[in-house]
């Protein structure tokens, strides 16, 4: 192989590796908004594919004549709390409640028939739809309060780009709701939002049942290519699977075994084995199974650490991540102290009282800094904060009063930290 050769060939094993971490932390892509996130996945779309096809099992669908790019990730059942990212208010950062996600799909649904749109008739036109039914709460554009939330449902749809300014800006239309703000509509982004491996039209629900809405969520979310017993067997205390009746549900078996079990590995910051099924841990443990992570891992440009615990994927470029940790802010610094504290009691736990009374004391030896946080209800805050998230990365759990490590925090108890910008913390962040 010439040099030239050699040197397209490594060209191309990087722009894979990069467009599947790329993805992984951003499953929509929207040319206008990132051109080069979507021509890298444009251009390795072959391989890229065929990377979450075979490991993941999910579909990537570029539409290059609208300019977006979906990756159609699969919701596994019954997430935990921790596993939740919800959307985020733009100035709090407080996950959404119910009243803006309600915006959010009201908004989204009134943006159908529209390319052009000033942020007043789309608030007028939200406001009219949640005034003639029922089932959704009032949005009143007169209330400060509800001109915020719908704020914060606009700035989402912009961040995901849905929705691209032309002239002004949506933050001031929550102090006066006379803004002049000009917006055009992506709509081919608009309709891949809701990624799903079944379309919404092809789903039939009962709405006089009780728990039509649960319904609507699993036909959206079935995946026949596995069957129809192998969803709940995900869970981690299912029990054993019942063996294959012929070689084509032996087929569908090692399918779901290998897709579902990888899924969690590469969805997950840190992933312990006590959250896998019985089925999935007898797979990481089989040569075959632990041979398909190992491939899955080095193509995806993934470090893999393997522990009796769990298994944890390095991007030392830190693309994949969503939330880097540790990383810069008050919240991190309070999180690696708190880790700190867990990891060195015995018993590898603590009650909350003593967690608060551990953040008021960093928070008083260092007065200038989290100046956000130094009032009355800041040690509180920052507490929840830090705490959410280390639960996030899967590095503590809580039992009522009682936060616990987990097996991978002890990643970071030789981290050294201070309360200010500079810190000396491993180079490393989970994916």
């Given at each position: ?16 590796r990069?467009a ?127 001109r ?62 009780d ?5 609507a ?8 290519a ?59 443990d ?27 994927l ?109 810190r000396?913390?491993?180079e490393?962040?989970?994916?």
């Amino acid at each position: 192989m010439s040099n030239l050769q050699n040197q397209l060939v490594v060209t191309e094993t990087e722009e894979v590796r990069k467009a599947i971490r790329v993805l992984l932390r951003t499953p929509l892509i929207v040319r206008d908004s990132s051109p080069d996130d979507y021509d890298l996945v444009r251009r390795r779309q072959i391989a890229v594919s065929a990377w979450f096809q075979n490991y993941l099992g999910w579909e990537l669908r570029l539409h290059p004549r609208s300019g977006h790019v979906r990756l159609v990730k699969v919701a596994p059942p019954d997430l935990v709390p921790d596993d939740v990212r919800p959307a985020r208010q733009h100035r709090s950062g407080v996950p959404f409640d119910r009243h803006r996600y309600v915006l959010l799909c009201v908004v989204g649904a009134e943006l159908v028939s529209r390319r052009v749109v000033t942020l007043g008739e789309l608030a007028e036109a939200a406001a009219h739809s949640c005034s003639t039914d029922a089932a959704l709460p009032p949005f009143d554009t007169k209330r400060h309060g509800h001109r915020r939330a719908f704020v914060d449902a606009v700035l989402q749809l912009e961040e995901a780009g849905i929705l691209r300014a032309v002239e002004g800006r949506a933050e001031s239309f929550t102090d006066d709701a006379t803004t002049a703000v000009l917006y055009q509509v992506e709509q081919a982004g608009l309709f891949s939002l809701l990624a799903a491996p079944v379309g919404a039209s092809s789903t039939a629900v009962n709405l006089d049942q009780d728990e039509w809405l649960d319904d609507a969520v699993d036909a959206l979310l079935a995946e026949p290519a596995y069957g129809e017993d192998y969803r709940d067997a995900t869970r981690p205390g299912a029990g054993p699977l019942a063996p294959p009746e012929d070689d084509a549900a032996r087929t569908r078996r090692n399918l779901w075994l290998r897709h579902s079990t990888l899924r969690a590995v590469f969805d997950d910051p840190a992933l312990h084995r006590d959250r896998l099924s019985p089925a999935q841990r007898d797979y990481l443990d089989s040569i075959s199974g632990r041979e398909q992570l190992r491939k899955a891992a080095e193509t995806a440009g993934f470090v893999l650490e393997t522990r009796a615990e769990g298994y944890l994927l390095v991007d030392r470029e830190r693309i994949s991540t969503d939330e880097v940790f540790p990383g810069d802010g008050a919240p991190s610094v309070a999180a690696l102290h708190l880790v700190t504290v867990l990891t060195s009691s015995p018993a590898g736990s603590s009650h909350i009282d003593l967690l608060r009374s551990a953040i008021a004391d960093l928070l008083a030896a260092n007065r200038g800094w989290a100046r956000t946080y130094q009032d009355d209800d800041g040690p509180d805050r920052l507490l929840a904060e830090a705490i959410g998230l280390l639960g996030r990365h899967h590095l503590v759990t809580r039992d009522g009063a009682v936060v616990t490590a987990r097996p991978a925090a002890h990643r970071y108890r030789d981290a050294t930290f201070a309360a200010a910008p500079a810190r000396n913390v491993p180079e490393e962040s989970p994916a």
